[in-house]
């Protein structure tokens, strides 16, 4: 099983940059993808998830700001983030769940500077 993430940058405050969380080793289209970040310093916390009927969840720091969403066709998962705030400044992760083990990808730096 492999993740890998992309889509991390620069950005400017208000900004917006997506996110992609590319799997293989599984059949992609029953997996539930969580997305997590980590700022420097702190914990790993959870951002958002997508189950394998496409329903989501967000954290309350980024509901209304982020979206998140599948293409079962490319096993890939997304996280569109707009109005980017400094605080949302960290590595991203996607995770996924398979035969009780839980694998990350190497994460994606998202830095909100002016």
């Known amino acids: 099983v492999r993740l890998v993430e992309s889509g991390g940058g620069l950005v400017r405050p208000g900004g917006s940059l997506r996110l992609a969380c590319a799997a293989s080793?599984?059949?992609?289209?029953?997996?539930?993808v969580t997305w997590y970040r980590q700022r420097p310093g702190m914990q790993r916390r959870y951002v958002a998830d997508?189950?394998?009927?496409?329903?989501?969840n967000y954290d309350g720091s980024v509901r209304g700001r982020f979206t998140v969403s599948r293409d079962n066709a490319e096993d890939t998962a997304y996280l569109q983030m707009t109005n980017l705030e400094p605080e949302d400044t960290a590595v991203y992760y996607c995770q996924v769940s398979f035969q009780r083990t839980d694998y990350w990808g190497q994460g994606t730096q998202v830095t909100v500077s002016p």
């Open positions: 997508i189950s394998r009927d496409g329903l989501t």
């Open positions: 080793g599984i059949v992609f289209s029953i997996q539930h």
